[in-house]
């Protein structure tokens, strides 16, 4: 294939591509985690936005809270150990104590 063929493909591809990519709205972007990540001015996160699901629920002390995680499916725990080494190790002040604790229960 030739250079000018491959630069024209490229072009057609980017021509296709433009609208999709133009016409969405910045609305349309927002996850289902939106809050703001800014950092230490935007307050803690609350319980319920940092893993999806309400903790109010669970006692505090150690042993409900590794009750729980061990009533989740095996692929919800999996995601909760790597959101608690990922996000919650790295900055442990944007939580609270009870979603700390939560993650390091067992």
Request: glycine share 4%.
């Amino acid at each position: 294939m030739s250079l000018t063929k491959t630069a024209f493909g490229f072009v057609a591809l980017a021509l296709l591509a433009a609208p999709a990519v133009f016409s969405a709205s910045p609305a349309a972007a927002v996850s289902a985690n939106d809050f703001s990540t800014s950092g230490i001015d935007s307050g803690p996160i609350p319980d319920w936005k940092v893993f999806g699901f309400d903790l109010s629920s669970v006692p505090d002390d150690t042993a409900s809270l590794a009750a729980f995680k061990a009533s989740l499916s095996p692929w919800t725990q999996q995601a909760i150990y790597n959101r608690c080494r990922q996000d919650i190790a790295l900055n442990p002040f944007r939580y609270s104590p009870k979603v700390r604790d939560f993650c390091w229960a067992r």
